[in-house]
C-alpha cells in the first residue's frame, strides 16, 4: 500500500515498535502500512463513524491483518485505557476538533509519550492550546499534497514559550529550520493577504457594514504584518 505525502510524514514520525491508536483512522491505511512495512506489530484503528469504521475494518481484513490491528467506535480517545499505547495519531481534522480529543483524553497523558497531530485549520490556536496545557512540540514537519498544505507536529508533555505571535500562527520550529514549503505557504499567504486587502480598499465607500469591513481590513494588516515578520525571520535564519 502506497500512502499520500501527508500520510507518509505521519508514518515516518511514528517511531519503530510502537503500540499506536490512530484516533479517526478513516479508511485505516496509517496502521496498516506501519503494521505491513514491520514497523510497528500493532495497532487500534478507532473513528466516531460506523461508516469510516466499516471501511477500515474491510481493508485490514483484506490484507490479512486482523490479528495486529484492532478496531474500536469511539469518540476520541474515550475507549483507550492508560498504557495501552504509548502513540497517539490525530489526523485529517480541524485544530478546534484535536484540542477537544486531546483534552477529554487527558486520562492518556501521562502513558502516551507521543501525541502526532496534524491540525488542518487552527494551527496557531492548537499551539497555543499545547502551550497552556502542559505540551511541547518535539517536531514539526510540513507538507503539499493534493494541492494543499499540511503542519504535522510531534508533541511531547513539556514547556513551550514562544516570544512572538507569529511563532504560533507559522511554526517556531519550521521557521527556525527554514523549511522550504513554509516558505512556499507563506509565499501564496502573502498574495492572498494582499488580495483581499485590495478588495476591501475598493469597498471601502461601499453601502455595506463599513464597521465589519473596518474591524475586517484591521485583522488583515494584523495577519499581513504578522507573514512580514515571520518571513523575516525565516531570511535572517540564513545568517545564523
Known amino acids: 500500500m502506497n500512502l499520500s505525502i501527508r500520510l507518509q510524514t505521519i508514518a515516518d514520525m511514528v517511531p519503530a515498535g510502537a503500540k499506536m491508536a490512530d484516533i479517526g483512522t478513516d479508511h485505516g491505511h496509517l496502521p496498516i502500512w506501519l503494521v505491513q512495512s514491520g514497523k510497528i506489530r500493532h495497532a487500534v484503528a478507532m473513528d466516531v463513524g460506523e ?15 486482523t490479528k495486529h490491528i484492532e478496531t474500536r467506535l469511539s469518540d476520541g480517545a474515550a475507549s483507550l485505557m492508560p498504557g495501552e499505547v504509548d502513540i497517539i495519531v490525530i489526523a485529517g481534522m480541524g485544530g478546534a476538533l484535536i484540542q477537544k480529543i ?59 514559550c514562544y516570544q512572538y505571535e507569529y511563532e504560533y500562527t507559522y511554526g517556531s520550529e519550521l521557521i527556525r529550520s527554514r523549511h ?44 499581513q504584518d504578522r507573514y512580514s515578520q515571520a518571513l523575516a525571520a525565516w531570511n535572517a535564519m540564513q545568517n545564523c
Open 51 to 65: 461508516g469510516p469504521l466499516s471501511r477500515a475494518q474491510h481493508a485490514i481484513r483484506q490484507c490479512h491483518l
Open 102 to 160: 486531546m483534552g477529554e483524553g487527558r486520562h492518556m497523558w501521562d502513558s502516551v509519550s507521543h501525541w502526532i497531530i496534524s491540525p488542518q485549520s487552527e494551527q496557531g490556536e492548537t499551539r497555543h492550546w499545547l502551550e497552556q496545557n502542559g505540551f511541547c512540540i518535539a517536531g514539526e514537519d510540513m507538507v503539499l499534497d493534493g494541492g494543499k498544505y499540511y503542519v504535522i507536529m510531534d508533541v511531547i508533555r513539556g514547556t513551550m
Open 180 to 223: 522550504p514549503v513554509l516558505q512556499e505557504y507563506l509565499k501564496k499567504e502573502q498574495e492572498k493577504i494582499k488580495e483581499l486587502l485590495s478588495v476591501l480598499e475598493r469597498k471601502s465607500g461601499g453601502q455595506k457594514d463599513e464597521n465589519a469591513d473596518t474591524r475586517l481590513h484591521a485583522r488583515m494588516e494584523e495577519l
